[in-house]
C-alpha cells in the first residue's frame, strides 16, 4: 500500500511520525522547482523511505520465504513503494538460502477528489484473479478494504498487506497492513508517487502539501 487509514487509538506498527512532528524544513533537499510554495514541508526524506522499505523486504522473507507468491500493486499511487519493495525482495532472494517465487500484478483504485476521500471507488484489473488460487498474496496499495473482500473470493492460500503509510484517523475502522513503513499524523501527504490530482508523482520524498498548492492543483 501506499497509504492506508488506521485509528489513532489502535495497533501502532512501523516507524511512528508524532502528531506533532513540524517536518524537515525544505530548503535542507533537492525537489523540483515547478513545486516551489506548494508543499510545507518533507515528512519522510527518500533515503529514509528506501531504508525502511528494505526492511519490509526482509520481514517479508523471513514470513513467507519459500512461499509462491503474486504481489498486487495498486495504482497509482503504490506504484513506487511496490517497485522498490520487490526488487529489494528479488536481492535479497538472490542471496538467501530461500527464495520466493514471485509474481506482480496490476490493480488501479480510485477513491480520492481533490483532498477528500470519496466512497465512490472503481477497482480495475480485477476483474479475473483465478489465477490466485491457492497462492499467497502480498497487496501494497492504499484503500484495501474493498479489494481484499474482492480477493478472498478468489481463495487464494493466504493474504499479506504490504503499506508504506498509516495513517491515523480518528474512528476509522480500516484494518492495519501486516507490514507498516510509518505511521503518519492525518495530513495530505503527496511525493513517492502520491499524488494530488496527478501532480507530485515525480516528487521524490513524501511531502505535505501547502494549501496554496492544493487551491494551485485543485479540479
Not at 166 to 177: I, N
Amino acid at each position: 500500500m501506499a497509504e492506508v487509514d488506521a485509528q489513532a487509538d489502535g495497533r501502532s506498527e512501523g516507524i511512528v511520525i508524532n502528531d506533532d512532528w513540524s517536518g524537515y524544513s525544505l530548503d535542507l533537499f533537492n525537489y523540483p522547482a515547478h513545486y516551489s510554495g506548494d508543499l510545507d514541508c518533507v515528512i519522510i526524506p527518500h533515503g529514509v523511505i528506501m531504508d525502511r522499505t528494505e526492511r519490509l523486504a526482509r520481514n517479508i522473507m523471513d514470513d513467507l520465504g519459500d512461499h509462491d507468491i503474486v504481489v498486487l500493486c495498486v495504482l497509482k499511487g503504490g506504484y513506487q513503494f511496490c517497485a522498490d519493495l520487490v526488487e529489494r525482495i528479488k536481492a535479497l532472494s538472490r542471496n538467501s538460502n530461500h527464495t520466493i517465487p514471485m509474481r506482480v500484478h496490476f490493480i488501479r483504485l480510485r477513491s480520492y477528489l481533490n483532498d477528500q476521500s470519496t466512497e465512490d471507488l472503481h477497482i480495475l484489473g480485477a476483474e479475473d484473479l483465478s489465477f490466485l488460487a491457492g497462492k499467497g498474496i502480498v497487496g501494497t496499495g492504499k484503500t484495501m478494504e474493498t479489494l481484499l473482500e474482492h480477493v478472498k473470493a478468489f481463495k487464494p492460500k493466504m493474504i499479506k498487506v504490504a503499506g508504506l503509510l498509516v495513517k491515523r484517523v480518528q474512528h476509522s475502522l480500516a484494518s492495519v497492513p501486516d507490514y507498516v513503513g510509518f505511521e503518519i499524523p492525518n495530513r495530505f501527504v503527496v511525493g513517492y508517487a502520491l499524488d494530488y490530482n496527478e501532480y507530485f508523482r515525480d516528487l521524490n520524498h513524501i511531502c505535505v502539501i501547502s494549501e496554496s498548492g492544493k487551491k494551485k492543483y485543485k479540479v
